[in-house]
């Protein structure tokens, strides 16, 4: 049984940082690309970052670019995401999520993913 769990939210100052994790268990890890996806409420869910097995090539998303950085720890199973400079649009529940790309790119997931794993979320609170 795969399991995608989301930790690391909570409630946060403007400005301020957080780190969030996934950790997978039931997959073999490094045969997935691995994102990070946001919903706030009455919004679309949006691609935030995307990774692929190898770490060698992410995507972000505009409004994140210079501010968070996606990583992966293929040994722990691990995802992570780290958010500098947070903002009050930031906030939202933060999903991880896996998909083996086959012909796919990192962008193309992240923009648009097709993958069956989700965790449960991890909630990002940012005050003004």
């Known amino acids: 049984q795969v399991r995608l769990v989301e930790s690391g939210g909570g409630l946060v100052q403007a400005g301020g940082s957080l780190r969030l994790s996934c950790t997978a268990s039931g997959l073999r890890f490094d045969d997935y690309a691995m994102g990070w996806f946001r919903q706030a409420p009455g919004k679309e869910r949006e691609g935030v970052s995307c990774i692929i097995w190898s770490g060698s090539s992410t995507y972000y998303a505009d409004a994140v670019k210079g501010r968070f950085t996606i990583s992966r720890d293929n040994a722990r199973n691990t995802l992570y995401l780290q958010m500098n400079s947070l903002k009050p649009e930031d906030a939202a529940m933060y999903y991880c999520?896996?998909?083996?790309?086959?012909?796919?790119?990192?962008?193309?997931?992240?923009?648009?993913?097709?993958?069956?794993?989700w965790g449960q979320g991890t909630q990002v609170t940012v005050s003004s």
């Open positions: 999520a896996a998909e083996r790309l086959l012909l796919k790119s990192v962008r193309d997931y992240c923009l648009g993913p097709s993958t069956d794993y």
